[in-house]
């Protein structure tokens, strides 16, 4: 019986070994450029939109931090985000290939010294605020949106109102095989909310100055 423990317990931890060593896998910028062949024809277009499950722009992923696209990604292939696209480019991506991807997108269109303010210069209404304040988001995502407490949290600051509209419901939806994210944490904070209010704090936080952009792709590679 000790044995057969010692066995699986040593399973174990070489498992765990393996899975540590996959998330922190060192992303090369240079590679990941030349890997992005099916990221560019929408996140590299500015205003580029998306028409599932409605009409809105894609995300803007340059300057993004590298391991929240990482964490994105992986969500995306084992079907924790439930959408059919993205999943089906996700699947194709090996975990070097996501590391490469998302360090060569949290370097894309970087300007080195640029320096955000600690907190929004355009501060929200009253209403806004309370709102802000019902699940303390900047305690996760940062004051400004820019500085989330875990590099596996996204930057939100400046990002399209319809997209993060769209994502915040995504977190709600339930029992639907090609729309939601399963994060039990952002869907008991989205939950809170009506959708009329989550597009209000989509449209503040869009507001927001911060460092994500679209990079459009050189015509020359």
Do not use: W
């Amino acid at each position: 019986m000790n044995k057969l423990f010692t066995t699986i317990f040593a399973v174990a931890v070489s498992f765990a070994t393996v899975s540590s060593q996959a998330q922190e896998l060192k992303g090369d910028a240079k590679a990941g450029e030349t890997k992005n062949a099916m990221c560019i024809g929408c996140h590299g277009i500015k205003g580029y939109q998306a028409a599932f499950p409605e009409v809105y722009k894609v995300p803007m992923i340059s300057g993004q931090g590298a391991k929240y696209i990482s964490s994105a990604l992986n969500a995306y292939r084992k079907g924790e985000r439930k959408h059919p696209t993205m999943r089906g480019v996700a699947e194709s991506l090996s975990d070097q290939d996501i590391a490469d991807l998302a360090a060569y997108y949290s370097a894309s269109g970087v300007v080195s010294g640029a320096e955000l303010p600690a907190k929004p210069v355009n501060e929200p209404s009253a209403e806004v605020q309370a709102l802000l304040g019902k699940a303390n988001c900047a305690s996760c995502h940062g004051a400004n949106f820019s500085k989330p407490i875990d590099p596996s949290y996204p930057k939100l600051a400046g990002q399209h109102s319809d997209y993060l509209f769209v994502a915040l419901k995504a977190y709600k939806t339930e029992n639907n095989p090609k729309v939601g994210r399963g994060n039990a944490i952002m869907g008991g904070m989205a939950k809170q909310y009506t959708n009329a209010e989550l597009k209000m704090l989509a449209g503040y936080i869009s507001s927001v100055e911060g460092e994500l952009k679209t990079v459009p792709q050189s015509r020359f590679r």
